[in-house]
């Protein structure tokens, strides 16, 4: 059974900084893209990095550019997602993802192979 759970979450000011960790079981981990969503109370869920399995290509929505960074680690068999200076639009329930297709997790999640549970990250102002 596939699993991928998520931790790190939690309530922070605004420009602080939160980890994001993602870990998964029950699958090949090495050779699945991996990429994080988030959705926002009220709107739609939106793709927030990736990252490829054969590569460690990545890929960031325009708005986390400069501030987020995703990694991975195979042994360990989890993604990351480090998120500095953090705004309150920021704030959203964050799912870790896992695909075969790079083009599935880097696109709007639809018909993406496996799901966390998600973890609930809160950007006071």
């Known amino acids: 059974q596939v699993q991928l759970v998520e931790s790190g979450g939690g309530l922070v000011q605004a420009g602080g900084s939160l980890r994001l960790s993602c870990s998964a079981s029950?699958?090949?981990?090495?050779?699945?893209?991996m990429g994080w969503f988030r959705q926002a109370p009220g709107k739609e869920r939106e793709f927030v990095a990736c990252i490829s399995w054969n590569n460690g290509n990545t890929e960031y929505v325009d708005s986390v550019k400069g501030r987020f960074t995703i990694s991975r680690d195979n042994a360990k068999k989890t993604v990351y997602l480090q998120m500095n200076s953090l705004k309150p639009e920021d704030t959203a329930v964050y799912y870790c993802?896992?695909?075969?297709?790079?083009?599935?997790?880097?696109?709007?999640?639809?018909?993406?192979?496996?799901w966390g549970k998600g973890t609930l990250v809160t950007v006071s102002s």
């Open positions: 993802a896992a695909d075969r297709s790079y083009m599935v997790v880097r696109g709007t999640g639809n018909g993406m192979d496996y």
């Open positions: 029950g699958l090949t981990f090495g050779l699945y893209n």
